[in-house]
């Protein structure tokens, strides 16, 4: 299985700071990897797919980059609606693993 | 719009079977798959498993093939997710989404599974 290891765990920030969030593989998954943010008690909404495809509807303040092994999403300019904990997935092979999350709050 | 209609919530005893429903509405159900995924209150995502819904083709996460079936019925656009011999450690929220194969896309608000004596 493909694990996914995502850093920091948490993180806390500003509203207007940039803020980015790292995933990496433990083996090369091309750019298979998809976005997901969750607040507490909610259903995750997908955010990003192939690595930087922006879901509809997802403001461009979010971005995704990265190939291979090595990812990262940047909020842009954090707003309030942002604090929430964040994973990625991959979607090269079975099982599409996720990573552990990254929680990010207010400073 | 994109709806993924999810069965309410579930108390169960420890080796019993829970069956979860997902309705899906608002676009064409066979040209997707169903993912599965769970989640242990306070922990993070866990993929279950994914199915075709015009196929019925299925591919199960190892930990949970002995005991975990997806099923798609297309005359009613739902998808099931059924998990047997349940143990305490699947108290959960079970949450279905559509999978366009590059991800999700869209997701069902969740249905809690408590498994207690």
């Known amino acids: 299985d493909i694990q996914m290891t995502q850093s920091p765990s948490s993180l806390s920030a500003s509203v207007g700071d940039r803020v980015t969030i790292t995933c990496r593989a433990s083996q090369g998954i091309s750019n298979w990897l998809a976005w997901y943010q969750q607040k507490p008690e909610k259903a995750p909404k997908s955010l990003i797919y192939?690595?930087?495809s922006l879901q509809s509807g997802v403001p461009s303040r979010f971005s995704g980059s990265g190939s291979g092994t090595d990812f990262t999403l940047t909020i842009s300019s954090l707003q309030p609606e942002d604090f929430a904990t964040y994973y990625c997935q991959q979607y090269n092979s079975y099982p599409r693993t996720f990573g552990g999350g990254t929680k990010v709050e207010i400073k | 719009q994109v709806q993924l209609v999810q069965s309410g919530a579930e108390v169960k005893k420890p080796g019993a079977s829970v069956k979860v429903s997902c309705k899906a509405s608002g676009y064409s159900f066979t040209n997707y798959g169903i993912t599965w995924v769970r989640q242990v209150p306070g922990q993070g995502l866990e993929w279950m498993g994914w199915?075709?819904?015009?196929?019925?083709?299925?591919i199960y996460a190892q930990n949970l093939q002995d005991r975990l079936t997806l099923t798609t019925d297309t005359s009613t656009s739902t998808a099931y997710m059924e998990l047997r011999s349940l143990r305490s450690d699947d108290t959960a929220v079970y949450y279905c989404?559509?999978?366009?194969?590059?991800?999700?896309?869209?997701w069902g608000r969740g249905t809690l599974v408590t498994v207690s004596s």
């Open positions: 989404a559509r999978d366009r194969g590059t991800s999700v896309d869209s």
């Open positions: 199915i075709s819904a015009s196929y019925g083709h299925t």
């Open positions: 192939a690595t930087s």
